[in-house]
């Protein structure tokens, strides 16, 4: 060993961002999870960012077909997966090409020598070799021959008999990953036996992973290319026990928690569609907690399957994207008249139409808000990170069961995909939902007790849930309109008047039911308020933090709640100068505030189907501050 490797540095940072790039079929999404893995159980804050194309399988060696996985681990509380990454991974030269300009000057960059061949480089829209000449001059660059040297550690492993070249070649992944876990001081058990598990049934496909992961990390050792290597020490967070959680992984377990706590079956009807399919992946394991799934042939018949659910006294759920929203509208509408529970979880997507599969977006709140014939209000539900999902869901569930209204819960393609340290509720830390069924007649008619299935409860104004075939509760469901408390049909004006405005009423009337709207003002004297929802919140929160750093005063608030708002959001925009409403749309939110409350609102406004870097929008909160 060299007297440099020897003399190695090891620095302290408070923060690394870590970025695997590679084609669609390098494995960086499993990398990348493995690597957070691993980051999780040191005890880091962490955010994650995974990027993939929408393309089934787009040319290899593109960079339509670059597949990325970024991730933020800090020794403090974080609340984004970073603006730019410390260091990069590029396993091809499309990588390199898709991701460098999102490199600082400085960064440190890891590249894959054996892919930077004149026909990569050609698929990538090279036409020289930018190793060199000189684009990736203002970076740190380590030229590491990957693909050779990882199906040289397998084959030395296993004498080449127990996979083939192309098999080994796979691995290289797992190399990226040992070397990354190295020159970070990450554990290496862990990943040892993920492989072990995950490739159980083929145990020389686990032999070579795991010898390319270990051929990885000791190269790390060896070389004289990295003479510094870093930590980053666990961060210190409140006491409790803590896993790591995708956000679409916690909506499922909320949705599971939902039902225990209404004591209801939860049964999903769904169609497959990105970004919420895992949502149906992962409940259709859960059926020993009373869950059942449907996958349904098309969006109407799995909307349409969720509220048959609700009628027979399930809790009945539905998961789609933007798409499927458009196609579910009448039957959402359908749930209104009928006014019975019913959770639509809509994980928006770029759009409009098909758009942009695999990229997130905030573009359907008005959708949620107006998309259907008639006046049809629908209380709306946004979670703010991933772990947040889990509330959201028990909440949604709340208003739906209580109310005995649809309601929809937005989440988007950022917080379905991301994950974050979650600290798992104690069953004490959660409401009651119990519910409970009319089993009797609930009116004296002229011929004795009868059952009116819209007989209101004075407070919340919801209608009585009654199961089908309940003795002597029977009564008529459909579409049409019903009179108010008998619930026959009814084509009388004033009627229907009187319903439409009952309805409305009872959405309205959440306000009371929901948190105020907080604030957050370290000062106590700022004159500008950053008013965001959804996914918006860790950008907007970071972005905050940097503001303050400079001396400058700014409030932040964030609404869970989009319709109704919170009884006290007017008083709260009125009490500012100035209001900012950054949105990955073009002014939804800004457009609703506006109309409701008389507030001039700032909009900030992004649809590139990427989340916003906190720095930018310091930039933006510093120049509405000094004007």
């Known amino acids: 060993m060299s007297e440099q490797v020897r003399e190695r540095e090891t620095r302290r940072l408070d923060r690394v961002v870590v970025r695997f790039a590679g084609d669609s079929g390098d494995g960086m999404q499993l990398t990348g999870e493995q690597f957070t893995s691993e980051t999780a159980t ?48 590029a396993m091809n030269p499309a990588a390199l090409k898709a991701n460098l300009k999102d490199l600082p000057p400085g960064a440190n960059l890891i ?83 993920f492989l072990e598990k995950k490739f159980g049934k083929r145990p020389e496909i686990a032999a070579a992973n795991i010898a390319a992961f270990r051929a990885g990390f000791n190269y790390g050792e060896t070389t004289e290319s990295f003479t510094v290597t870093y930590e980053v020490a666990p961060a210190r967070m409140k006491s409790g026990t803590y896993r790591r959680i995708s956000g679409n992984l916690a909506l499922s377990y909320g949705l599971i928690a939902a039902g225990e706590l209404t004591g209801l079956q939860v049964y999903l009807g769904s169609y497959p569609i990105t970004p919420a399919s895992d949502i149906l992946h992962e409940l259709s394991k859960h059926k020993r907690f009373g869950v059942r799934t449907f996958q349904a042939e098309d969006e109407i018949a799995g909307i349409g399957a969720a509220l048959g659910a609700s009628f027979g006294g399930s809790l009945g759920v539905t998961t789609t994207s933007g798409p499927g929203v458009a196609l579910k509208s009448e039957t959402i509408g359908l749930a209104v008249s009928l006014e019975l529970p019913l959770v639509i979880v809509d994980i928006q997507r770029g759009g409009p139409s098909t758009g942009l599969p695999t990229k997130t977006e905030q573009s359907d709140l008005l959708q949620a808000m107006f998309g259907r014939n008639g006046e049809a209000p629908v209380p709306i539900v946004a979670p703010r990170s991933p772990g947040d999902c889990f509330n959201a869901a028990v909440e949604a569930a709340r208003l739906a069961t209580k109310y005995r209204t649809p309601v929809f819960l937005l989440s988007d393609g950022y917080l379905a995909n991301g994950s974050e340290p979650w600290l798992l509720p104690t069953r004490e830390e959660l409401p009651d939902l119990t519910v409970s069924f009319a089993t009797e007649p609930n009116h004296t008619g002229t011929k004795g ?32 309109e019903k009179s108010d408390g008998q619930g026959n049909i009814s084509y009388d004006p004033a009627n229907h008047d009187r319903m439409v405005r009952l309805r409305a009423a009872k959405v309205a009337g959440i306000a009371g039911d929901i948190p105020s709207l907080e604030i957050e003002d370290p000062s106590g004297e700022a004159r500008v308020l950053v008013l965001g929802w959804g ?93």
């Open 111 to 193: 590249v894959n020598t054996d892919s930077f061949t004149s026909g990569n480089l050609k698929k990538a829209g090279y036409a020289t070799d930018p190793l060199t000449d000189g684009t990736v001059d203002p970076f740190v660059v380590h030229r590491v021959p990957l693909t050779s040297m990882t199906i040289n550690a397998v084959h030395a492993t296993d004498g080449g008999g127990g996979v083939n070249k192309k098999e080994a070649e796979r691995a290289k992944n797992m190399f990226a990953l040992g070397l990354m876990c190295w020159l970070y001081h990450r554990p290496t058990e862990g990943t040892v036996s």
């Open 449 to 480: 007790p009868e059952f009116w299935p819209y007989l209101r409860d004075p407070e919340t104004l919801a209608r009585p849930w009654a199961i089908p075939g309940t003795a002597g509760l029977e009564h008529r469901i459909g579409g049409i």
């Open 42 to 89: 040191f005890g880091n804050d962490l955010s994650t960012l995974p990027d993939f194309p929408a393309e089934i399988r787009a040319p290899a060696g593109t960079p339509a077909g670059v597949s990325g996985f970024q991730l933020h681990f800090s020794d403090h509380d974080i609340l984004t997966p970073g603006d730019a990454p410390d260091v990069l991974v």
């Open 535 to 627: 996914s918006t919140y860790g950008p907007i929160a970071a972005g905050c933090r940097r503001v303050r750093a400079k001396g400058l005063k700014v409030a932040q608030a964030h609404l869970r709640h989009l319709n109704p708002f919170p009884a006290n959001t007017g008083e709260i925009l009125r009490s500012y100068d100035k209001v900012v409403i950054p949105e990955m749309n073009l002014g939804q939110l800004r457009m609703l505030i506006r109309a409701e409350y008389l507030v001039d609102a700032i909009g900030y406004n992004q649809v590139r189907g990427l989340p916003f870097k906190a720095a930018e929008l310091a930039g933006v909160l510093e120049d509405v501050i000094n004007q």
